[in-house]
C-alpha cells in the first residue's frame, strides 16, 4: 500500500511516518498548514496545504497513488469563517450537516466516512507503532495512594459524564477538586492552566481517557515526554491513562522522565478501577 499521512502538529506525526516506512511502507505526507510545525516531514514526499483546501488534498493524494490514510497530531478545529473552503471541501461540509456542529468526535466519523467513499482505507497509527498502547498496571513511578485513587475515580466519573455530550479526554483532579477540563485547548493547555489553579497539599492526577464509542483511528488519546514535562511543571504526582486504548509516543523516554521526577504513571481499565478499593 501507498500511505498518505495527513500531519497536524506535535512530534507524533514523525513517529507514525519514522515507523511506516521502518515497515515498508511507502509514504506521501500532506503538511496541514498552521499545524504541521515539525520540519523533518518535509524531508519525505510532500505536499503543503491549508486544512480548507481539501480537494486539492484528495486530488494530490490520488494522483500520488495513495490509498490508505493516516491522520494524525495535534489540531484545534478552525472557525468557519477562518476555513475558506474550496468547492470540494464546501460539498464536504454540507454533507456533514449537523456533525460540523457536534464535538469533535462526530465531525470526524463524518469526515472519514467522506473519505472511504472518495476510495481512501483508513489507517490508526497505533496500528503502525507496535506495542505503544500498554496492558493495565503501574508503568512507572510510586504506586497511586489512596487520596491519588479517589481523583483518578473522580476524574473517570467526570469524563464518563463529559463523554454524553462528547466533549473532551482529559481532566486534572487534586484531592476532589477539579481543576480543569480538557476542551479545544488541548492536554498541555489544560495542564498549564490547572497548574495555576493547584492549592496546597497533595499534588493533583490528569486522567485521560477514550470517549466509550470514540473513533480510535485518527482520535485515539496520546501522551508522550511533553506530557510528563508539562504535568510535572503544574504540580501534578500522577498520570493515569486508559489501558490498551491510550498510545504512549517515545514509551521509553516518557516512561523514564516520569520515574525521574517522582510521577507515577498508571494505565487502567475504568469500569473496572471504579470498583477496587484496594491497590492495582
Known amino acids: ?9 506535535g512530534p507524533f506525526p ?5 515507523a511506516a516506512v521502518a515497515a515498508g511502507h511507502e509514504i506521501f505526507v500532506i503538511c496541514l498548514r ?5 520540519p523533518g516531514l518535509r524531508a519525505y514526499p510532500h505536499l503543503e496545504e491549508r486544512i480548507g483546501a481539501g480537494g486539492a488534498i484528495v486530488q494530490r ?3 500520488e497513488g495513495v490509498t490508505h490514510l493516516v491522520l494524525c497530531g495535534r489540531a484545534r478545529r478552525p472557525s468557519m ?5 474550496d468547492a470540494w471541501m464546501a460539498r464536504t461540509i454540507a454533507r456533514m450537516g449537523r456533525a460540523i456542529f457536534g464535538g469533535d468526535d462526530a465531525v470526524l466519523r463524518a469526515g472519514i466516512a467522506i473519505l472511504m467513499e472518495e476510495g481512501f482505507e483508513i489507517v490508526a497509527p497505533q496500528s503502525l507503532l ?4 500498554p496492558q493495565a498496571g503501574l508503568l512507572a513511578g510510586p504506586a497511586p495512594d489512596e487520596q491519588a485513587r479517589d481523583d483518578i475515580r473522580r476524574g473517570i466519573t467526570v469524563l464518563r459524564a463529559m463523554a454524553e455530550v462528547d466533549v473532551g479526554q482529559a481532566v486534572v483532579v487534586q484531592q476532589g477538586l477539579i481543576l480543569g477540563v480538557e476542551a479545544i485547548e488541548g492536554t498541555d493547555a489544560l495542564l498549564i492552566r490547572a497548574g495555576e489553579l493547584r492549592r496546597e497539599g497533595p499534588g493533583g492526577v490528569l486522567v485521560k481517557l477514550a470517549k466509550p464509542g470514540q473513533e480510535m483511528r485518527v482520535d485515539a ?49 475504568p469500569e473496572i478501577f471504579l470498583n477496587q478499593n484496594g491497590e492495582t
Open 1 to 9: 500500500m501507498k500511505l498518505g499521512l495527513v500531519a497536524a502538529g
Open 14 to 18: 514523525a513517529k507514525v511516518a519514522e
Open 34 to 38: 498552521d499545524f504541521c510545525d515539525d
Open 61 to 63: 493524494m490520488k494522483a
Open 81 to 85: 469563517n477562518s476555513l475558506w473552503p
Open 130 to 133: 507496535g506495542a505503544s498502547t
Open 221 to 269: 488519546p496520546v501522551v508522550g515526554p511533553v506530557t510528563v514535562e508539562v504535568a510535572k511543571a503544574a504540580g501534578l504526582r500522577g498520570i493515569a491513562i486508559e489501558a490498551e486504548r491510550t498510545i504512549l509516543v517515545e514509551q521509553p523516554a516518557m516512561l523514564e522522565a516520569a520515574e525521574a521526577a517522582g510521577l507515577f504513571v498508571i494505565a487502567l481499565q
